[in-house]
């Protein structure tokens, strides 16, 4: 009964910014930790960013993402400047989700978004 959802992915040429989402609803209690991965073509998947109290960043990404809570806790931005095409792959959200009143959480992930980044 928890689904998480990506959006705000597209296409954007070098230089620009876009800024992805990433909403869990259903039965959620607490979200604990979200994290943020990409996948290219033929590449492994890769951690980008992730925040509980505080965010961390991959240091391809640092200092040009920049990951935060919204108002509702339900959910987080990435914000994505100054993109790059190397950029270029599929956006994959993951959360550590609560879904009662305990310390013990699940993870889950969102079906992802695609970011296409073009010279």
């Known amino acids: 009964q928890v689904q998480l959802v990506e959006s705000g992915g597209g296409q954007v040429q070098a230089g620009g910014s876009l800024r992805l989402s990433c909403v869990a609803s259903g039965s959620v209690f607490h979200v604990a930790t979200m994290t943020w991965y990409r996948q290219s073509p033929g590449k492994q998947r890769e951690f980008v960013a992730s925040?509980?109290?505080?965010?961390k960043y991959a240091s391809s990404v640092r200092g040009r993402f920049t990951i935060s809570w919204a108002s509702a806790k339900n959910t987080v931005y990435l914000q994505m400047n100054n993109l790059k095409p190397e950029d270029t792959g599929v956006y994959y959200c993951n959360a550590d989700i609560a879904q009662a009143a305990m310390p013990t959480t699940e993870n889950f992930w969102g079906q992802g978004t695609q970011v296409t980044v073009f010279s």
């Open positions: 925040i509980s109290g505080e965010p």
